[in-house]
């Protein structure tokens, strides 16, 4: 292969004068994991209000809840992206638009609600199969003890729910961190944002892009670990994830 | 609101729209989708196939393939795949893959560790007298694989496949990263150009809507029809 390795390049100063290259990537996983932890955060809430609406029995509710999930699931996330920050503030009243356009971090904050309203579809559909999943006899069992729908969904169905749906949460965690990395596209320069600037000054193409391809890789065995952490100290007994 | 939209300049660049730009993405989303079936099917045969090295390999590449983003993907092939030429055709420099090829590798490449685990889960459901059966008519692995296992396989995951695929159309669009005339691309040249980005995002917009609803509505009838069957 004729290309040039230097493996020496991540501790070379970067243009910009804030460090050396490795720092560059550094402040962008820094980016990658706020953003991900945002929209994560963003996509839990949106994903289980729609998620319980889907399993009500109200036709309309589980109406607005499909129309929901399917709204943000047959469309890319960049083209959702480019809806956020590109055609949301033309379509709000003038200054409403301005006083967007001009937020400071603008990227940031489009890619946070933009990934996370994307991926709380998918949450909501993990938490309607996961409620879906519980036997029916839970919420007779409380309707009969006399709770109201809300008293039976947060003290019963919730609680056991959302211990069912904790490996396949982990994984749209994972996605969510992952899917941060569309945002490239509006301009936020997070972990692959920063790997590409690097490439673009240094010309190290492999080096940049292994590095972020090992950081990505941390990201995910930090978050694997976590979880079934969490998922160990939180596993119902006699259930398949319990003891 | 709509007062001061210009719907002509979407009129005006359909021809380009669809002939240059969707048949880019359908044309990439078919063959990646068929090379990435096929690819993850072997993904899935070497890691069900006992052999403890070649099952590790596999994993571990749908393991890899799997904690990356698609961007970071699709910019690590943008990049290596002139090298990978150069190694196997033994030229003296790098050489200079066109744009759609080097998206192509990419798609089939990390789609594939996705197909693999639909694979896989499709093979395992197969029941164990199967290929036990084969084995007793005297079917060699291959034949067993080829004429009992992975039919049935084949079509127990065909609507995962399916909506794996309609995830793989909306995935392409990604490659507007590298500035390529797909469906995106193009609407987005035309916005850039004309500086109409609403309209044409917006008609973007409704356009990956649009067939992402009517193809997942299909595998869903289809669904129903093959569950009646079994």
Known sequence: MSYNWNWSIFFEPAPGGTGTYFDMLLSGLWLTIQTGVFAWIIALVFGSVIGVLRTLPSMTASWVGFAYVEFFRNMPLLVQLFLWFFVLPELLPRSWGLWLKQLPNAPFYTAAIGVGLFMSARVAVQLAAGIASLPRGQKQAATALGLTTSQAYRYVLLPIAYRIIMPPLTSEFLNTIKNTAVAITIGLIELTGQARSMQEFSFQVFEAFTAATVMYLLINIVVVTGMRFLERRLAIPGYITGK | ?230
């Not at chain 2, 794996?164 to 392409?172: G, Y």
């Not at chain 2, 809507?209 to 193809?215: L, P, Q, R």
Request: some cysteine; aromatic content about 14%.
């Open chain 2, 1 to 230: 609101m709509f007062a001061t939209f210009d719907f002509d300049v979407i009129r005006r660049s359909l021809g380009y729209l669809f002939l240059e730009g969707m048949t880019f993405t359908l044309t990439l989303t078919a063959l990646s989708a068929v090379g990435g079936i096929i690819f993850g099917t072997l993904i899935a045969l070497m890691r069900l196939s006992g052999y403890k090295l070649l099952g590790r390999i596999a994993g571990l590449y749908v393991d890899f393939m799997r904690s990356l983003p698609l961007v970071l993907v699709i910019f690590w092939f943008y990049f290596l795949v002139p090298y990978v030429g150069q190694w196997v055709t033994g030229a003296s420099r790098p050489v200079s893959v066109g744009a759609f090829t080097s998206a192509l590798v990419t798609f089939i490449m990390f789609e594939a560790a996705y197909f693999s685990e639909i694979m896989r889960a499709g093979i395992q459901s197969i029941s164990k007298g199967q290929p036990a059966a084969a084995n007793a008519l005297g079917l060699t692995y291959a034949q067993t694989m080829r004429y009992v296992v992975l039919p049935q396989a084949f079509r127990n995951m065909l609507p995962v496949l399916l909506t794996q695929t309609i995830v793989l159309f909306q995935d392409t669009s990604l490659v507007y990263v590298l500035s390529m005339p797909d469906f995106l691309g193009a609407a987005s040249k035309v916005a850039q150009r004309d500086g109409r980005l609403v309209e044409m995002y917006l008609f973007a917009a409704v356009v990956y809507f649009t067939i992402s609803c009517v193809a997942s509505f299909g595998v869903r009838r289809l669904q129903a029809r093959i569950s009646i069957v079994r």
